[in-house]
């Protein structure tokens, strides 16, 4: 990731058990950046947006996104971010959830995903494709933000 | 009114017999004019000779009198069944001989002596002759008159009965019509009802159907979503479930190592316990936990699978049941091949208009259960056959295998219900997937068997999509 300044890793994600797995398996990967974690939709809003140590207002960031979330949808998260005008609609946002409803797939690349990726039930695949997504959070590039853009 | 008619039919005839009657009076009285004109005729012939002694008279005369005995003879035969006429005609014969022999002589001597055929004309008694026929045949006129008008009477009574009886007739005529009339009105009037009702019914029936498939639809759709969300909520700690179990695998080997490790090194701190613990009873564990999850995930994948498949949107199109079956049967070639299989494909089959994907799907699951429940020791014999039904394409899938109990035939397509001896891999799915995707293209999947006696399933589908569907 980009070396000047890190990236923050922000996960928005309820369920705290799968947040631990995700957050273990991207550390086996040999991902150290920083992982913020959420549990609802607008405490994650209120971060990416107002927090001074947020996204928005502070560096770049890269969001890990779960659809299914107690207080709102992720799509609508993800509606926010991509939107026009948005501080943050160049963030790579990293779609993970355990829906692999076709339309689904297609809603969230229309709104701007980056990238989808469905959880699988089955620990090793699990494991395995967030230690390769971690490989790949370990090559990717980070737009900088601009805090007036 | 056949009675009626009867009694017209009678009345005319009697009428016409009066007619008859009446006509024959009009003839006889003809015919006693033309004998009273013969008689004044006669005499005026022999009058007017007496006076001038002209031939033409004479002629007249003797004319006259030939005519004679043919009146008489038409008035005998005219009035053969009257007894009085029949008297008078006699003394009216008698008469007029008499008369033309006066009057002969009378013209014979005036022929000679015209002055005492004079004279004698007025001695004779042909006067008197004459006075005598007028009265005679004066009583014959007057009793046919009296018997024309009884006649006539009796004619107009009888054309009065005809009238009456017509008049009769008709009254009955308009009363049937009247009576029928009313039936027929009856009867149209109570088809209409029958009619109007039958359409209210059969609108009521309609609306009530189209109510009943609104409510199935919806109860359907709310089991479509119902389904989803369980079996995606399920999911999620499942995941949890099965990511900690792996974890909790992980953390157990390191402790494995470490017994093995005090067990070698220091066996004074070895517990019993603790090795049996980290040996056995945390692989046990583990392993339970993770087939049973591994079974629970792909439980929860069938139902989101079922779910997801009612929710797909059905493309008909026309389908080469022959041509998707071989290509079924090649893709399981190898199994096939394996377990000595024979597949026999009855050709042709009728043409099929549904939704592929779903009928590919349902003759695959039903093929594929074909080989996979062969009686052990009898090589597998598996025959495919469509036929048109109606309206229905009905496709067998027959083979020669173990059997379904007759009890499990209703069961084997529940959801996770199996049958029989539990020895192949399976979670009770695929015949639950074949008769949701039937229902949703309007067939049905029925199944005949006996244990130990292999199985036929009929795959019975619309030949042609249905039009409405929930």
């Known amino acids: 990731m980009n070396t000047h300044q890190p990236v923050n890793i922000v996960m928005v994600e309820d369920d705290e058990g799968h947040a631990r797995l995700i957050e273990k398996n991207i550390r086996r990967a040999g991902i150290s950046n920083d992982i913020r974690h959420f549990t609802d939709g607008n405490s994650a809003l209120d971060y990416l947006y107002n927090s001074p140590d947020g996204p928005a207002l502070n560096g770049p960031a890269l969001i890990l996104l779960d659809l299914n979330l107690p207080d709102m949808s992720g799509t609508d998260i993800l509606i926010r971010i991509k939107a026009e005008g948005s501080p943050l609609r160049r963030t790579p946002v990293i779609v993970l959830t355990t829906t692999d409803d076709k339309v689904e797939i297609q809603r969230c690349y229309d709104l701007g995903a980056n990238v989808y990726i469905t959880k699988p039930v089955d620990y090793e695949s699990f494991a395995t494709a967030i230690r390769q997504l971690g490989l790949f959070l370990s090559v990717i590039q980070v737009p900088v933000i601009e805090p007036d853009a | ?470």
């Open chain 2, 1 to 470: 009114m056949i009675g009626s008619a009867v009694a017209a039919g009678w009345t005319v005839m009697r009428t016409q017999e009066h007619a008859r009657w009446v006509e024959h009076t009009y003839e006889v009285e003809q015919r006693i004019g033309s004998l009273r004109v013969m008689v004044e005729r006669l005499e005026v012939a022999r009058r007017g000779y007496l006076l001038s002694q002209r031939p033409v008279s004479k002629q007249t005369f003797v004319q006259t009198v030939a005519t004679e005995p043919a009146l008489i003879a038409d008035l005998r035969r005219l009035t053969v069944d009257n007894p009085s006429q029949q008297a008078r005609i006699a003394i009216a014969e008698r008469l007029t001989a008499e008369q033309f022999h006066l009057q002969a002589a009378s013209i014979l001597l005036a022929g000679r002596d015209p002055a005492a055929a004079i004279t004698q004309f007025g001695l004779d008694s042909s006067l008197h002759l004459t006075r005598q026929l007028r009265i005679v045949t004066g009583a014959m006129e007057a009793e046919e008159n009296k018997l024309l008008v009884l006649r006539i009477a009796a004619q107009r009574q009888s054309v009065r009965q005809l009238f009456a009886i017509l008049a009769v007739f008709g009254a009955l005529a308009i009363a049937v019509a009247v009576v029928s009339i009313s039936v027929l009105r009856r009867y149209t009037g109570s088809l209409v009802e029958a009619r109007d009702a039958e359409r209210a019914m059969g609108a009521e029936l309609e609306d009530r159907v189209r109510a009943r498939t609104y409510e199935l639809s919806r109860a359907n759709d709310e089991i479509q979503r119902f389904a989803y969300i369980v079996s995606h909520d399920l999911r999620s700690p499942l995941v949890n479930v099965m990511g900690f179990t792996g974890e909790l695998e992980a953390a157990a080997k390191p402790l494995a190592a470490l017994i093995e490790r005090v067990e070698a090194e220091a066996p004074h701190l070895m517990d019993a316990d603790a090795a049996t613990a980290a040996r056995e009873d945390l692989p046990e564990s583990i392993g339970f936990i993770r087939t049973s999850t591994q079974k629970m995930d792909r439980l929860i994948n069938a139902i989101l699978r079922l779910s997801r498949e009612g929710k797909r949107v059905i493309n008909p199109e026309p389908i080469d049941l022959v041509e998707m079956i071989e290509m079924i049967v090649a893709s399981l070639q190898h199994r096939l091949d394996e377990t000595g299989t024979t597949v026999t494909i009855e050709r042709p089959m009728p043409p099929l208009v549904a939704d592929r994907l779903a009928v590919e799907q349902m003759l695959s699951n039903l093929i594929e259960n074909a080989v996979k429940y062969l009686q052990p020791g009898r090589p597998g014999q598996i025959n495919l056959s469509a036929r048109t039904v109606r309206n229905r394409v009905a496709i067998d899938v027959a083979d020669n295998g173990r059997g379904i109990d007759p009890r499990d035939h209703d069961r084997i397509f529940d959801l996770f219900r199996r049958s029989g001896q539990q020895d192949q891999p399976g979670e009770g799915i695929g015949l639950a997937h074949v008769r949701a995707s039937a229902y949703r293209l309007g067939g049905l999947i029925d199944c005949r068997s006996a244990l130990g006696e292999g199985a036929t399933f009929t795959l019975a589908l619309p030949a042609h999509p249905v039009t409405s569907q929930g």
